[in-house]
């Protein structure tokens, strides 16, 4: 075996030269890997004894794509299509054996290659619209070639990978094999006994040329592709990079292809996506974690009451095959329960997202019971009884009678002091906040609530729990809100005030939606429930006179058929109603608050500037670990646009200079001394600084 460099091996035998990559973890394309595999084909071509290459990856997976860290930056040469040039010019047949992920540019270098073999469980795909972007070496122009302009639009635009078995019906790789190298061996043996044959993908035109003479399926599919994607730039450059490969010849659309890809990646989309990316995986590093300190082993659960939360909570560890006991107040909560749980199943069998099979084995993971003996032998539990502080101390006391040692104790309480849950047990330690979001078997953020006292062991617990549930987790510090729900909460208070002033509820949701949002947050109220808020202001003795009044109105939104809006029986539809404004006008005179028109740039303003500014007082009160994870947050939890790369991100893009003096401006308009910058946002006005340079320290970071 020869080593080509440090990341790069090369070996022959029986004449197949077989180049094995080994860059950890997941063998991204980096300029190292780059110039060892161009430096091995090399010698795989200037090697006579050589028939045949078999390129494969150790480790893991076999290329996971391009090395996102290196965009944005200088390309270092060779670039990826100069090395799947040196693979179209190889004159010797080559087999390219998958395992893990080949993904984007680790796809488009097996595009490059003549055959194709993976083992079963892998997966291929080309997401790089996930990143903002389109596939940048060659994936727009020789998936199409292989498996059909049609199949590969619907591929490239969505981003999602395939496993091995679809790959094969789509033609996207020619055998499905035991082990990666060892297949790949045998089917070049194979190919050479059969004498050699090899087409460049990039040669075929058997696919394509069809749908240059008749593109009507082809333009159906991108239709379809491209569906409620307003506003994203990568899956319209996707679609027409695909096109491209029926329209022109290789060469230009390869051409067209890099042009678009450098023009996203340069782009403040992309950028934003990226951020997303690598945020995601740094909420996961909590900077005082001990070195070396594993998670508790998960391998059944407790859910205390299974109600909206708890049911969809239970789900969550039943889909990730964890068994889970929902503890009740009686046979009665229970059956009810149960009941909506496999409704909620049952939605998702007659659309097809899964098999009747699959729902019986996951609902038979979910049992009741209002025994509480159930408890002394868990490993988590996770309570979600109703919003009540003495409620939740009594159930933890319990808890704490009946765990054994060790088991993880967790409250998915929205609002209640963390601490003051935890000292209710003789073992705080073991006690965090797992705050899902609802409906919790859909959404994927878990805000994991550091209490004063919580171990390491329980947040490494919380965060291996949540990741085995398919979630996001967040580590955040114990407050009022946390911090999802904390930022809101500003951009609540503005919501109310523009009505007094004079918005109508469509035209503010409209702006929000605009910005990229999937829903408005008049909309977003209904849907949530007014109620749920009018309770905490009644507990709170805080006013809020337009919704208030609704909701004694009993408009509580959809699920009363009017809130804000008005919904037809049966309809989610959300109607404006005249009589909405006619309340808060007249809330207006009695509180002598002068209404207007209001310029949209100053409805969006208002919607995202406090809650900027309550991000930064989060960071300066160290609630959370950095910047990135409130961007997470918002991303996971609040169906902020991945696109706009979270709150702090686009602040740093609008500049906290701008968005201080915005700010000034509204508390001096509207008296609300709140709206005031935040110490932090001053700061990084005045210093040129970025909240995604800015290192807090504190609560959740301990
Ligand atoms: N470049 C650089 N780093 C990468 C990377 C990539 N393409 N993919 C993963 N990493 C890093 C992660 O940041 C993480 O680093 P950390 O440990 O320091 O946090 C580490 O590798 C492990 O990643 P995960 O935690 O995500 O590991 P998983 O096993 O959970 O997932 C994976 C593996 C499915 C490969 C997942 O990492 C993934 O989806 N990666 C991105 C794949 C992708 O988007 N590829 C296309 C890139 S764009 C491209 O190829 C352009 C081309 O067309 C020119
Ligand atoms: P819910 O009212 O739908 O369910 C509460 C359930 O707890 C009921 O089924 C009730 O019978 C049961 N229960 C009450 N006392 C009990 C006891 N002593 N023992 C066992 N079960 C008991 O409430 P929901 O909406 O599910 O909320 C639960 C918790 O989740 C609350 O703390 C809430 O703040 C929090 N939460 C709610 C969200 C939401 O959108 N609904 C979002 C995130 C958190």
Redesign the pocket.
Known sequence: MVEVNAVTAYEVNDGIALITTDNPPVNALGALVRAGLVAALGMAMADAAVKAVVLSCRGRTFFAGADITEFGKPLQRPDLNEVIGALDALTKPVVAGIFGTALGGGLEVALGCHYRVAVGAARLGLPEVKLGLLPGAGGTQRLPRLIGPEAAVGLVVAGTPVPAKLALQHGLIDAIVDDAVAGAMEFARQVLADGAKMTRVRDREDKILPVRDNPAAFEAAAKAALKKLHGVEAPAACVESVRNAFMLPFEQGLKAERDLFVKLMMGDQSRAQRHIFFAEREAQKIPDMPAGLKPAPITNAVV????????GIAMCFANAGVPVTI????DE?LA??LERIKGTYQVSVDRGALTADAMAKRFALISGTADWNVISNTDIVIE????NLD??K??FGKLDRLAKPGTLLA??????DVDAIGNATSRPEDVVGM????P?NVMKLLEIVRGEKSSHKSIATAIAAGKLMGKVPVVVGNCDGFVGNRMLARRTTENERLLLEGAKPQDVDAVVLGFGFPMGPYAMGDL?GLD?GWRIRQHRGVKAPVTDTLCEQGRFGQKTGAGYYIYEKGSRVPVPDPMVLELAAEKAAALGVKRRNIAEQEVFERMFYPMINEAARILEEGIAIRASDIDVVWVYGYGWPVWRGGPCFYADLVGPKVICAALDHYAEMTGDEGLRPAALLRELAATGGTFAAFKPAGKAAA
């Open positions: 205390i009451g299974g109600g909206t939360m708890g049911g503890v009740e107040t009686s909560a009810k329960g979600a009884v109703f919003e409620l939740k009594e159930i409250s998915n309480t929205s609002t209640l705050h899902f979001f609802s919790a949530a749920v």
